[in-house]
């Protein structure tokens, strides 16, 4: 027989943190494992797409026509993006890649989707430190308005990360298959948010049908990653936010939070409704 879940939803994965902290460390350590450089990984692979996206798309394509420091303006969507892709796919397999633990320790099983969430945020860390030196680097300096932008940028994508992965880490229990469906919705994921290309590109050829492009709550999260890095980094900031983001971004960050955590109660309703047939089916 398998064990019981000892389950009560989110709250009892916080409330068993330890356990919680335990599976995070074994994720990163698993990652880094008989690497010689280790953890410098996670500076190495984001310092190397930062260079791609400076030299070779905003010098030699010629990308810095369309937006000034086009570089930064990619790589701060690009810490939101990697966030929400790494999330979405970890979280969605980590059920099935954890078969073992599920079947035998009476744990919260939502516990696999978080750690995942977690584990994606530890790796934003190095992301942030490169965006960060190369924001001061032009001159960047930080505002309590961008640094509300930051924290509810990935707000959003934790909050909405995790439902997702809650959603699809039960429907890949039971049809193999989500897994690669994932993969391949994500694929489209940087195309469909204003991070290759500036959002005035998609006000410019969307018209009155920008709002529903907007609906987007991971196009909301890099506008406001833009907002609290790439703007100050600009010759003129007030009037590249003028011109580059949308009307009341803050607030339309505050509603795609909001719409996420009501996403995140109906995962969890749909998790804890086929949570017991997860064991049988592993």
């Avoid at 810095?64 to 939101?80: K, P, S, T, W």
């Avoid at 932008?149 to 049809?175: D, R, W």
């Avoid at 890099?222 to 007030?238: H, I, K, S, Y």
Wanted: aromatic share 12%; glycine share 6%; charged share 15%.
């Amino acid at each position: 027989l398998a064990p019981p879940s000892a389950s009560n939803g989110l709250v009892g994965v916080f409330s068993r943190h330890y356990l919680l902290r335990l599976l995070v460390r074994r994720e990163i350590s698993a990652r880094y494992q008989g690497s010689f450089l280790g953890l410098l990984w996670s500076y190495i692979n984001p310092l190397t797409q930062f260079f791609i996206y400076w030299f070779i798309m905003g010098k030699v394509i010629g990308m810095e026509d369309r937006a000034e420091n086009y570089a930064i303006h990619v790589f701060a969507g690009l810490v939101v993006v990697h966030f929400f892709v790494e999330t979405f796919n970890a979280g969605t397999r980590s059920i099935v890649r954890n078969s073992s633990l599920v079947k035998k320790m009476a744990m919260p099983r939502e516990m696999f989707p978080v750690a995942s969430m977690l584990v994606s945020l530890f790796h934003v860390i190095p992301q942030m430190v490169i965006l960060v030196i190369a924001c001061v680097w032009q001159g960047w300096r930080p505002d309590l308005v961008g640094m509300a932008s930051a924290v509810l940028a990935l707000g959003i994508i934790m909050v909405l990360g995790t439902a997702l992965a809650l959603l699809f880490s039960t429907a890949n229990v039971f049809f193999r298959d989500f897994s690669s469906v994932v993969s391949i919705m994500t694929n489209f994921v940087r195309f469909g948010v204003p991070m290759i290309y500036p959002y005035t590109l998609v006000a410019t050829r969307f018209g009155s049908h920008t709002e529903l492009y907007l609906s987007n709550p991971i196009a909301i999260g890099v506008l406001l990653m833009q907002r609290a890095f790439w703007v100050g980094t600009t010759n003129d900031p007030e009037a590249t936010a003028i011109v580059h983001l949308p009307d009341h971004l803050l607030t339309r960050g505050v509603l795609a939070l909001a719409g996420s955590l009501v996403l995140l109660v109906i995962a969890q309703l749909v998790f804890t409704r086929f949570e017991d047939k997860i064991p049988e089916r592993l």
